[in-house]
Each structure stands twice: as structure tokens, then as C-alpha cells.
């Protein structure tokens, strides 16, 4: 029998986890960094390190496109390779579900599953029908299988019993903290997964806090050495510039996937304290 709603969430290990209440808590109030300069001086060596993320390219132009032509995004310069030709927003439940795929495996692995998942299901309310084990067996190849066929399935359930569809663009006109109450009712759905939606899939102006962003944030003293990922989510929102957020988290992520120095073995602050300064973020490194 198929579990009903339920507010409590799951870290990978099987342990409950709160979604932050609100990004306007502020857990460092003391802790000035990082500033808009400096986030903007990060944003701007990663950009011209790495271009911008081609697989993050259509949710940038479908931010711009939702955004009032005078804001300060919208007339910030152009990206490098900035139409990659899909033009097709997709739904927010498709989002949600590429982004449960994509927990704990590589991005290509992720890729396939959602790509199974929708050859042998074509819609969702296939999905919703199908057995568990027909579920597993579609997404296998993106791992933890099990685990993610229980969210998946618990997420459809939960929309079918309480909308009498499987759909969640009401979700667009909600407020940032209604998304998260709305999308914290889904077992399985933690803190990171929503902010992902809010960013990629609502437009909304938040930035997730995913393993690379929580390491590169507290080896170059954006947090205090002591943060955890929760409270470096609710710090960073407070600090950013709104206008930076999207650009700026997507352009960490993919460093801290690619950079040798960021994602060697030690701690956050050793990994970056060397004479090599092949890495841009390695000046920006402080004593904790």
C-alpha cells in the first residue's frame, strides 16, 4: 500500500531532516561575507574559466524571458553560447523528478534514467499506475533505484489524492514560501531538491546548497568553518544578490565538479591553500 503525505523528509541514510523555514533567517548575523563584490568577482573568473554550463543554458533564457525587461539581470551581459536551441520550458513536475534522479549519481547516469523512466512510461499517470518494482526496474541505471521509486511514486500519490491530478504548475502562483511548505509535504524531498525546483524550474531567486557549493563556501570563508549545509543555504541566500544567484550557483557547482584542487581528498581550506594558483578561487582562500 502506497504511504500517504507526510511532512517528515529523508537524508540519503534514512534519517528525518528539516527544510529551512525561511530564507530570511540569518544564522551568522555576524559574518559579513560573502559581498556582492565578491560575488560578482567570483561569478565573473569562473565564467571566464569555464563558460557558461551548456546543460543549465534553456533554464537561464526561460529566467530572462519571465523577468521585467529593465531588471538588473536581464540587462547583465551576455552569457558565451547562450541559446543551445531547446526552447521548451519543462513542467515543474518533470522538474522534480529530474532532480530526485539526479541525487547521488553523475549527471549522465541521471540523464538516462529520466530518459528510461519516459520511453517506458510516457506519461505520468503511467507512472502513477505502474507497479513499484516495473518503476525500479526503468530508472536502475541512475542508482539507489529503490529509494527513488518510493519518492517518485509517494510524490504522485500524494498530488493524486490531494489535486485529482498529477501536475504541479499551481506551484507558479505561490509564494516562495508556500513552494516550499507545498513541495515539504513529499516524503523524500529535502531542503536541496526544493531549492533546486524554486531556482531551475519556478525562476525564483534562491540558491541551493548541494555538496561543491557547501565545500567551495566554507574554504574560501563565506560561512564560518563550523556551518552546516542548512545554515550556509539560509547565510548564502541572505548574501547574494538576487541578480547573481542563478549564474553564480550553477558556475560553483560545475567548479567544484571539475576542479582537481576543490574536490581532492582534505579539508575544505587545505584543498585550496597551495602555491598553485591554477585555481581562481585558491586567492580567495582564508584562515579559519
Known amino acids: 500500500m502506497q504511504k500517504t503525505c507526510k511532512r517528515k523528509q529523508l537524508q540519503p541514510d534514512g534519517r528525518s531532516q528539516k527544510t529551512p523555514k525561511s530564507t530570511t533567517e540569518e544564522p551568522y548575523p555576524c559574518h559579513h561575507r560573502p559581498t556582492a563584490e565578491e560575488c560578482r568577482a567570483i561569478r565573473d573568473k569562473l565564467l571566464a574559466l569555464h563558460g557558461f554550463p551548456p546543460e543549465f543554458l534553456k533554464y537561464r533564457r526561460h529566467r530572462l524571458m519571465k523577468m ?21 520550458e519543462e ?4 522538474g522534480l523528478i529530474k532532480i530526485v534522479l539526479s541525487q547521488n549519481t553523475t549527471e549522465l547516469n541521471s540523464q538516462k534514467a529520466f530518459a528510461s523512466l519516459k520511453s517506458v512510461f510516457p506519461t505520468w499517470e503511467d507512472v502513477y499506475a505502474a507497479e513499484t518494482k516495473s518503476l525500479e526496474n526503468a530508472i536502475r541505471c541512475g542508482g539507489l533505484a529503490p529509494r527513488k521509486a518510493s519518492c517518485i511514486k509517494n510524490v504522485l500519490s500524494c498530488l493524486h489524492e490531494r489535486k485529482g491530478k498529477l501536475c504541479l504548475e499551481y506551484l507558479r502562483d505561490l509564494s516562495v514560501d508556500e513552494i516550499k511548505s507545498e513541495l515539504s509535504n513529499f516524503k523524500g524531498v529535502g531542503p536541496k531538491t ?3 525546483v524554486l531556482m531551475f524550474n519556478l525562476q525564483q531567486d534562491d540558491f541551493p546548497v548541494d ?11 563565506w560561512v564560518p568553518a563550523v556551518a ?10 541572505r548574501r547574494i544578490p538576487n541578480e547573481l544567484k ?4 550553477c558556475l560553483l557547482y560545475t567548479h567544484g565538479k571539475l576542479c582537481r584542487k576543490c574536490t581532492m581528498k582534505g579539508s575544505s581550506q587545505k584543498k585550496l591553500k597551495s602555491k598553485d594558483c591554477s585555481c581562481p578561487l585558491s586567492v580567495n582562500v582564508v584562515e579559519g
Open 68 to 88: 521585467e525587461p529593465f531588471s538588473n539581470e536581464a540587462q547583465s551581459e551576455p552569457l558565451i553560447n547562450s541559446d543551445d536551441g531547446d526552447h521548451k
Open 91 to 94: 513542467s515543474v513536475l518533470d
Open 194 to 196: 526544493v531549492a533546486c
Open 211 to 221: 555538496t561543491h557549493v557547501f565545500e567551495i563556501a566554507r574554504a574560501i570563508g
Open 228 to 237: 552546516d549545509r542548512n545554515k550556509t543555504y539560509l547565510h548564502l541566500n
Open 246 to 249: 542563478f549564474d553564480l550557483n
